[in-house]
């Protein structure tokens, strides 16, 4: 199985900053990675799709990039609704694997 | 718009089954594959198996082969999952979510989960 690690697990931020989250794959993946938005006691929801593409709805702070084995997820300017835990996930080959996450605390 | 409503939260004791569905609308049912994912407390996230609803055809993680079946009604739109043989580990928040193909796409939409709760 191809494993994802996530840097870091957890992150302070202020409103207004700007953040990155990485991601490693354990071989490569190409640009089959994808990132997902959780807030407490709801289902994740998808943010960006093959790397880099932005999901429709989804507001232009949040952007991806990477190809290969590392890709990071960058959120512009945060605003209060966007403390939440993010995953990486890739789709490269079976089974998918998902990161453990990031938890972006206030 | 694109959905999926799942079924509710459920106790089980161990040793024993339970029966998730997943309801679909929005969109045509056998035309996208189902993946079910599930999320115990404060844990990531963990793959469970995918069904084409269009053949009924499956694939299942590792850890849950034996323990799996993934099935559906095309008359309802509706997608099942059902875990055999719980222990209390299996406790956690299952869920649903789409994708067009088995490999290389992307998770969208999820259903709202559903709790599964397995105690003596």
């Known amino acids: 199985d191809i494993q994802m690690t996530q840097s870091p697990s957890s992150l302070s931020a202020s409103v207004g900053d700007t953040v990155t989250i990485t991601c490693r794959a354990s071989q490569r993946i190409d640009f089959y990675l994808n990132w997902y938005q959780q807030r407490p006691g709801k289902a994740p929801s998808l943010l960006i799709y093959a790397a880099s593409s932005l999901q429709s709805g989804v507001p232009s702070r949040f952007s991806g990039s990477g190809s290969g084995t590392d890709f990071t997820l960058t959120i512009s300017s945060l605003h209060p609704e966007d403390f939440a835990t993010y995953f990486c996930?890739?789709?490269?080959?079976?089974?998918?694997?998902f990161g453990h996450g990031t938890k972006l605390e206030i | 718009q694109v959905q999926l409503v799942q079924s509710g939260a459920e106790v089980r004791k161990p040793g024993t089954s339970v029966k998730v569905s997943c309801k679909a609308s929005?969109?045509?049912?056998?035309?996208?594959?189902i993946h079910w994912v599930r999320q115990a407390p404060g844990q990531g996230l963990e793959w469970m198996g995918w069904?084409?609803?269009?053949?009924?055809?499956?694939t299942y993680a590792q850890n849950f082969q034996g323990r799996v079946i993934m099935t559906r009604d095309t008359t309802i739109n509706t997608a099942f999952m059902e875990f055999t043989s719980l222990r209390s580990d299996d406790t956690a928040v299952y869920y649903c979510?789409?994708?067009?193909?088995?490999?290389?796409?992307?998770?969208?939409?999820w259903g709202q989960g559903t709790l599964v709760t397995v105690s003596s």
């Open positions: 069904m084409n609803p269009d053949t009924g055809g499956t």
């Open positions: 929005g969109y045509t049912f056998t035309a996208h594959y």
């Open positions: 979510a789409r994708t067009d193909s088995p490999e290389g796409d992307w998770f969208d939409p």
């Open positions: 996930q890739q789709t490269y080959s079976t089974p998918p694997t």
